[in-house]
């Protein structure tokens, strides 16, 4: 079978017939297979992969015709329950991802390889293999004893007497060498008795050892979603889950290709070329068609449509119209009043100003109107409305005079004046008057009806176009205008009326953090971080921690050598900034004549990006590359002031992060055995990023580490997540910068918050293939529920 069709077309049918009936007609002697032919045709054609729903005629008989349909299906049914004994002999697993083909195939396949692991379990409990009380199908009962007597041939109990055989004897005979002259086929454990190796079990005999099925005996450790396949000696977890159509499992657990142009599994016709794609493949013709025309899947020419094909193939103002092979333009004709005319790009009509396009009034005056125009006439003329002539008057009638709309007869009772329709309010707003007529406007934030050019609609501004970005978080409608909100924590809306700031609650006071912990800013809020002092130090003020009194310590020495104060400052400068720029000072509190002070960036600053510089009474930390992207700088600084002959060490740390170094005491042996040296602690705030595509990373973890791998006995490093969330929302990528490794810490997953987050990353220093020692660096995530 494997899934592979013969295409008989009614072509190929009639030409069957035909020369069936060709010979007929000539009297040739044609002798009508037997039913048992019949069969035996229908079992070679399953056997060469035919579909059995599709079988050429081999006969007009009807009875033929069902036995040969029969026995195909027969036959292929008898190959993949084949294929499912196999498998639970081979592997002791049944999962349908194992077997290839359609569905009702490996549906097949499977109940027959899960009926043969019935059977298989059953011999090897020594049970019978008639399996009474189990109502099973007929095949499945059939293939479990099947597989159940060959599994008893193959392993046949034996009966252990009182005076065992000499073939199966587990000792050697008398006089001879123990292990010596054993026959064991894997070990011998004295005195001549034998023994197997793990993932091995003693056969009856004494002497030779079979493998054991971890499979069938339950002791693999495969977990949920994995499936345990048994192999000579141990087993292997394969997972469960299939891989797809147009991929295959492979030994490695991995889905790969399958390249059905390379394995001739495809359908493309002789004029088409195969061409392999991930999962699939596609069919491309060996000649392509003329330019207007597009090939179908059999290789035909076919017109293509351009105007369906493209968006726009004509331009504005034009129609397409599709041709053999090509398409034509045609300019849109749209129908315009009298009065009207149509624009440049055929889009809509406009009124036509006939006062300018020719001397429409002749001596009389001429004024423009909305699809038409009105003559002004002189004194003894009036206009009449359906010639749109100026007519002389024939006072000589003395027939009343009238005027048109918009005007009204003068006191005389011959001329006409302007109305001032205003007056009345006919707008809902504002109103202006113009002559014979008048014009309806509206205020800022409204617009004129089209209904009736005359009340005023509210413009929704939240809905129009741009609406979504006029506020930088919500949108409300109001008549006649619209306003922006804020989250109702966390934020406050800027002078502009639109745009939402952050609320620095550190800054303003307004936090709930206690004495003891340090106020955090992140969008939307605040959080409260507690760091303590290092071993050897306690703290003296918020942000700041003093050496304690060395002689009272356990080891004086090592004490004497550590900064008298460690102080922690957070730094923020924008992007960009003119370099050079002063971003930090320090110097001492108090000054004596004789004092020299040096100054020096113990770490942080591996890239050169800030420089120190000396002065009389202090330092400055100055930036002198432009930075032109947001970044993080962890620098430690030490000021080491000589007063009198003798140094005193000072620390600062910029950013809210706090380092702590190892110190032991001299008789502490787990402490100096621990490879941790030092576990810095730092803050980092997030968005929610709304449009989430590819990795962003967030923390760079840089090293002073050359990347010398192939150097033997160079230091490597190795970075390593310990703990994240449960969705491994995080990894740690190892790259080099400037000859240097360092480890970027990034999210790979969408995260929605608002969510605290820790991640805990190890830095492991490798050498000589063993751990030198480890860096812990613990990030505290802050996730906000906003995007900006």
């Not at 050897?536 to 020495?557: I, K, S, W, Y």
């Amino acid at each position: 079978m494997g899934g592979k069709h013969l295409k008989v077309t009614p072509w190929a049918l009639w030409t069957i017939l035909r020369f069936f009936l060709y010979g007929v007609l000539h009297g040739q002697d044609v002798q009508a297979p037997t039913v048992q032919e019949c069969c035996q045709d229908g079992r070679d054609r399953a056997l060469g992969g035919h579909d059995c729903a599709i079988l050429p005629f081999i006969s007009i008989s009807h009875t033929c015709r069902i036995a040969q349909e029969q026995c195909c299906a027969a036959a292929a049914g008898d190959q993949l329950c084949e294929k499912g004994m196999k498998m639970a002999k081979e592997q002791g697993a049944c999962e349908r991802p194992f077997f290839s083909g359609e569905p009702w195939e490996t549906k097949i396949s499977k109940m027959c390889c899960d009926c043969c692991v019935l059977g298989l379990m059953t011999a090897s409990r020594a049970s019978s293999c008639e399996l009474q009380g189990l109502s099973l199908e007929r095949q499945c009962t059939h293939t479990a004893k099947n597989c159940c007597g060959i599994n008893s041939a193959e392993e046949p109990k034996q009966t252990v007497t009182a005076k065992p055989a000499a073939s199966f004897t587990t000792k050697p005979p008398e006089g001879s060498n123990g292990c010596r002259d054993s026959n064991c086929s894997q070990l011998c454990v004295g005195n001549g008795t034998c023994a197997c190796l793990d993932a091995y079990q003693l056969h009856n005999d004494g002497v030779s050892c079979v493998d054991s099925n971890e499979c069938l005996t339950g002791i693999h450790n495969c977990v949920s979603g994995q499936v345990c396949i048994n192999t000579e000696g141990s087993f292997r977890c394969q997972r469960e889950t299939s891989c797809g159509t147009g991929y295959e499992l492979r030994n490695d657990n991995d889905c790969h290709d399958i390249d059905e142009c390379t394995l001739g599994s495809h359908n493309c016709g002789p004029d088409f070329v195969c061409n392999n794609t991930a999962g699939s493949f596609r069919c491309y013709p060996k000649e392509s068609c003329p330019i207007g025309y597009i090939q179908d899947a059999v290789g035909n020419c076919n017109d293509l449509n351009e105007c369906v094909a493209y968006a726009s193939p004509c331009l504005p103002g034009e129609t397409c119209i599709n041709t053999e092979g090509s398409y034509t333009c045609r300019r849109n004709k749209i129908p315009c009043g009298r009065g009207y005319h149509l624009i440049e790009d055929g889009t809509r009509c406009e009124d036509v100003d006939e006062c300018r396009t020719g001397n429409v009034c002749g001596v009389h005056g001429c004024v423009n109107l909305v699809g038409t125009y009105r003559c002004e006439c002189r004194n003894g003329f009036i206009f009449n409305s359906i010639t749109k002539l100026c007519e002389d008057i024939n006072e000589c009638r003395h027939y009343p005079c009238s005027c048109t709309t918009g005007f009204k007869l003068t006191s005389d009772g011959r001329s006409c004046e302007d109305v001032n329709e205003c007056e009345a309010n006919p707008c809902s707003q504002e109103c202006a008057n113009v002559y014979g007529s008048y014009q309806c406007y509206c205020r800022r934030g409204y617009q004129l009806s089209d209904i009736d050019g005359i009340a005023c609609e509210d413009i929704d501004e939240c809905a129009l176009p741009t609406g979504g970005h006029v506020c930088s978080y919500r949108c409300s409608n109001a008549p006649g205008s619209f306003y922006c909100t804020c989250p109702p924590t966390g934020y406050t809306l800027a002078h502009n009326g639109r745009t939402c700031q952050d609320i620095d609650e550190c800054a303003a006071g307004i936090h709930t953090c206690s004495f003891s912990e340090s106020c955090f800013n992140i969008q939307g809020g605040f959080r409260c971080l507690s760091f303590a002092c290092p071993q050897n130090f306690q703290q003296a003020a918020q942000g700041h921690c003093e050496r304690v009194t060395c002689e009272f310590t356990r080891d004086p020495a090592s004490c004497f050598l550590l900064p008298l104060r460690i102080s922690f400052y957070n730094i923020s400068f924008p992007t960009n900034t003119p370099v050079p720029a002063v971003v930090f000072r320090m110097g001492p509190s108090n000054s004596v004549l004789g004092d020299k002070m040096l100054f020096n960036i113990v770490s942080g600053d591996e890239e050169g990006y800030f420089v120190v510089q000396q002065h009389a009474h202090g330092g400055e930390i100055s930036l002198r590359r432009t930075l032109t992207l947001p970044r993080d700088f962890f620098l430690t600084v030490e000021m080491r002031l000589i007063r009198y002959g003798t140094a005193h060490l000072s620390g600062g740390d910029a950013l809210i992060n706090v380092r702590c170094i190892k110190s032991c005491h001299p008789h502490d042996i787990s402490c100096k055995i621990n490879p941790v040296h030092t576990i810095t602690h730092t803050s980092l705030s997030l968005p929610t990023f709304r449009d989430f595509h590819e990795p962003e990373e967030l923390v760079f973890l840089r090293t002073v580490t050359a990347a010398n791998s192939a150097v033997p006995g160079a230091t490597d490093v190795f970075f390593e997540i310990q703990s994240a969330d449960d969705q491994f929302s995080f990894d740690v990528e190892k790259r080099t910068h400037q000859g240097m490794i360092m480890g970027v810490v990034r999210q790979v997953k969408p995260i929605i918050g608002p969510k605290d987050l820790v991640i805990q990353v190890a830095m492991n220093y490798i050498k000589s293939r063993a751990v030198s020692h480890r860096n812990i660096v613990i990030i505290n995530v802050f996730i906000s529920e906003f995007w900006f």
